[in-house]
């Protein structure tokens, strides 16, 4: 049986030590959160975790999600009443507006408590998951009228939210829905159509369930120019906030997925549903885009969450399991064997996970930061940066974290032999749950185009002369500083290779676009690796301080220093690779013709 | 619902314009081979496997394998009646010693079925797979006796064979191995014991099974050196042929694993359970090495054959899938959005996949053809000289074809969207089911360990040095031809990096051999990214042959001309990242403690 052990610790030293979590005590939510409370946050959402939603993620998988011919859907066994204990504890809205009943905690914690969760279940952590993005997306663009109505009871738990983009024949190219929305006299519209793909469409853990629904107006132009967003609650609700009659639409199927067994994906049919305009007209997919940024984020989590608890299961197992003996000699005499430790593949293939996890975590946190900033500072420049590089970075971390986060459970499987191929042992649902993120919210493909066709770009390139800038700025900073010379050498190796992709795409692909489209996902890669690097760069820098200065715990400081090293030696070097891809350019990508595929 | 198509143009034009099969003529086998006979070989094989075993892939991965109460199997619908057509076609025999009923056809031959059937049904392709390894095995090392009751009917199909080795304490380590082999008066042995993930343990396509069984007898040596091989039948077998008593053999579960669900792989308990040695007392490592070498070379096979099916499936998808128009504009104004197939990320994806699975093609048969020449040649010198690469490429092939194998039934999978992971399209079986051959006959890190400690030092490196003598002469040799120069710098440039890790590893392994394990994983992919180089070298110069004579067709041609363009642009520039990693040691992966994990 798989077990989870939230990070706390390691959350902890991200925030206080590398990321001077204290520097941001002017912003709302910020200044209220002192270091006993943020530390007994940390350690409910650990125990929430680890003790009521790790033991239902095997059992979740195993059971998955029943559908009955009323066209109603029953979640795992158990998942009810966790359902209540997450809501009942107020983790829902634990960073949503106070005004509609949010503690109004930043983001950055929010993020925190989602990484812990979904490392726990990831089936079920995406039912309040998706509640919190239509919050957002309602927060930021319904009327207030909508907002009193919905916002109370989802931010509470009774009600939960879904978003409904893809259709048969459009996931990403959403410019050809077909679901219509006729315009009533009472302002309300009538939706007709079918969603498929729809996670938590229907479910028995709340009373009604709140859908944001992309459609057309009868009469709006075509493609992306002529989508409206709506909110279509499974009930209607009356003036008195009680709920009414059921609202004209059904979950028509649930699909049979290779992972997320305990999450219901739904096929919802729309049948002159009621709904109510979010935002403006024809400004849909503006609208949506909140969710979907909001999401994006969530599924880089969930990339993380993965190979976390992967990781933690492997090292448990290759401690206990006794098989060979050490190439040096035997290590533990007293047993028919060693354990799996002592192999010196083993080991780097536990470190390579684990030097991405850290990373990853940290450029989490380091980028949840911008996005309090960018949402919460008074300051409108430091605004405007922190939003530059939450834009630039959303496409780097849902890519790059999810491609790597199942990479990372795969090796993880890996370990067990022939026992992670069974079922029993819990690893292969940690592969099969990963493997989603790579897909939904934008499959990756998609996150690399936007990453370079789009945010690269944007502002005349703002947001990535910022970063530059920034890590530049800290490596000449502490180019002096012994303990980190050697990290910081390949530290700009690595960033040098990045600016050259950069300047190869302001060279090439101006004029032929194919030539960015060829290297995406390379560049894509190839920027998340560096970026973790400066991760690496920002704790070596925290632990050597540290250290200098006699604090902290010292066995968890010194492998923190191991692990900057290890990353550096064995990680860095891949971004030659990525950049001699990158600049071999499109021609011979696009010189086969279709029919010699 | 997933297709499959063998890819015979491909094999063809490999084995007659590019490994030369017509200068094998001499050993045995080879010279009944007309270019007729090929071809319908070929063409029956893939028949068979596209019209009989794949469309039992998708439905046998539904319903999987059932155990009852009595400790029988049932296979899933169709398996019985797939099996005895690929029995009665003699596909079981067709490398089989005619001596016993074989039709002694090139293992090379063997292997190209191996491929069509594998990709069509991985799961039911392991049922006659494991006899043909069990065939070998008794084949070199059983008396004549045991052969002339075993052979005919395994060879014939109506027995089947298994190998049993694994128990539930030892997976890699077989020298912690239990089962025990009491002497009995009359020659035999009564065995005891449990052994775990027995691939066709138990099942009801045959009438008998026949277990090759690792066990030891009382009071045999502990450790590798006391572990003797015994042929147990689940039915006896009388001294007319016919079957007798049940044996004391029984499956007594099954497990639930991730993928090649058709397959049962079954808890096989021994309850003093007759059997005969086969080979000599405390040899039975060696013997069972003939059966595992086969099959490593067949889990290889795997890897390639879940790539190349995908990479059907994916392309299929590609084409027919509009969504999005090409960055350089419309290119079919006539429909709602373009074809995937216009997108350079797509393209690169696909073109991925294709430039590995056509060079993995070329590797398995240069290697197999090795193995008939280690087999069957009367040459000393050159059976001596293929032993030595058959050796040296054995744990390549099979950790690197099943790691990238594996990679690659992701990407494919990954051309679907949302799609891919809804289990109806069937991708997410290709992924599930390629998982698994990165896992047995040795997990993948213990070929990188066969290959740095075993393979590369044997026989001061002969094999080694004989490749690398083979590259640079082909290098050399062709280094006017216009059309390959390009390609041979990068081939060059690799097996340079390729020369500089091995290198590293005798002057930095013998003393400290932490050195070659921490870098053995790196190594073996460095040592697959240069094989399939050369294989492409190997490929453009009969493609720049056949144009230059006016002889093929010339679409394929261009088509092999643009893909070894390709991997020479995109997939050889790994290999530098790879000498990094491996030449930066081992001193940071061994100095975490154990209890810093």
């Given at each position: 049986m798989p077990s989870y052990r939230a990070p706390v610790e390691d959350v902890t030293f991200l925030l206080n030590?590398?990321?001077?979590?204290?520097?941001?005590?002017?912003?709302p939510g910020f200044s209220d959160l002192s270091a006993d409370m943020l530390a007994a946050i940390l350690d409910e959402a650990g125990k929430l975790s680890g003790e009521v939603l790790a033991p239902l993620n095997k059992s979740g998988d195993a059971e998955g999600c029943t559908r009955h011919a009323d066209g109603s859907v029953t979640t795992p066994k158990g998942f009810k009443q966790a359902y209540d204990a997450y809501s009942g504890g107020g983790w829902i809205g634990l960073s949503a507006d106070p005004e509609y009943?949010?503690?109004?905690?930043?983001y950055t914690i929010g993020a925190i408590v989602n990484e812990f969760s979904s490392s726990a279940n990831m089936a079920f952590s995406m039912y309040p998951g998706l509640t919190m993005g239509a919050i957002a997306a309602l927060h930021t663009h319904a009327s207030e009228e909508i907002k009193r109505v919905y916002l109370p009871k989802m931010i509470e738990g009774p009600w939960s939210g879904t978003m409904n983009l893809t259709e048969p024949h459009c996931g990403t190219d959403l410019g050809l829905i077909k679901t219509k929305a006729a315009p009533q006299p009472d302002g309300s519209y009538k939706i007709s159509g079918t969603k498929i793909f729809i996670s938590a469409g229907e479910h028995d853990l709340t009373e009604n369930i709140v859908h944001l629904v992309l459609a057309r107006i009868d009469g709006a132009p075509d493609g992306v120019k002529g989508i409206s967003l709506f909110v279509v609650p499974k009930f209607l609700v009356n003036a008195d906030g009680s709920l009414g009659a059921r609202n004209g639409v059904s979950c028509g199927s649930i699909e049979h997925k290779m992972g997320i067994h305990g999450n219901s994906t739904c096929v919802m049919n729309y049948d002159g549903a009621t709904g109510w305009l979010i935002g403006?007209?024809?400004?849909g997919l503006n609208a949506m885009f909140v969710m979907m940024n909001e999401a994006r984020l969530g599924v880089a989590i969930q990339g993380l969450s993965q190979s976390e608890v992967a990781y933690q299961n492997a090292v448990a197992y290759a401690r206990e399991r006794l098989q060979g003996r050490a190439l040096t000699g035997v290590k533990q005499p007293d047993k028919p064997a060693d354990s799996l430790l002592v192999h010196p593949d083993v080991r780097r293939t536990l470190l390579t996970i684990r030097a991405f996890n850290e990373a990853a975590r940290a450029f989490v946190l380091w980028t949840a930061l911008k996005s309090d900033v960018a949402h919460r500072s008074g300051d409108a420049k430091e605004k405007q940066a922190a939003d530059d590089l939450l834009g630039l970075m959303t496409p780097v971390l849902k890519g790059f974290l999810t491609d790597r986060g199942f990479d990372n459970a795969v090796m993880a499987q890996q370990m067990f032999g022939g026992h992670g191929y069974i079922e029993e042992w819990g690893m292969s649902q940690f592969v099969r749950d990963a493997r989603i993120a790579m897909i939904y919210e934008g499959a990756n493909g998609i996150q690399a185009l936007d990453l370079v066709g789009r945010k690269l770009p944007r502002d005349g390139g703002r947001g990535i002369m910022a970063f530059f800038g920034e890590v530049e700025g800290f490596i000449k900073a502490n180019g002096e500083n012994e303990g980190l010379k050697p990290l910081l050498g390949a530290l700009g190796k690595g960033l040098g290779h990045l600016q050259q992709a950069t300047m190869w795409f302001m060279q090439n692909a101006m004029m032929k676009p194919d030539n960015a489209g060829a290297g995406s996902t390379d560049y894509m890669h190839l920027f998340g690796v560096v970026a973790l690097g400066y991760m690496w760069a920002l704790q070596a820098k925290a632990v050597e301080e540290k250290l200098a200065a006699g604090e902290g715990e010292k066995s968890q400081l010194e492998t923190k220093r191991l692990l900057a090293r290890f990353y550096m030696e064995r990680m860095m070097p891949e971004t030659g690779t990525r950049l001699a891809r990158i600049t071999v350019g499109a021609e011979t990508v696009m010189a086969l013709p279709p029919e010699a595929f």
């Open positions: 030590d590398v990321l001077g979590m204290d520097r941001y005590g002017n912003l009943g949010g503690q109004g905690l930043p403006e007209a024809n400004r």
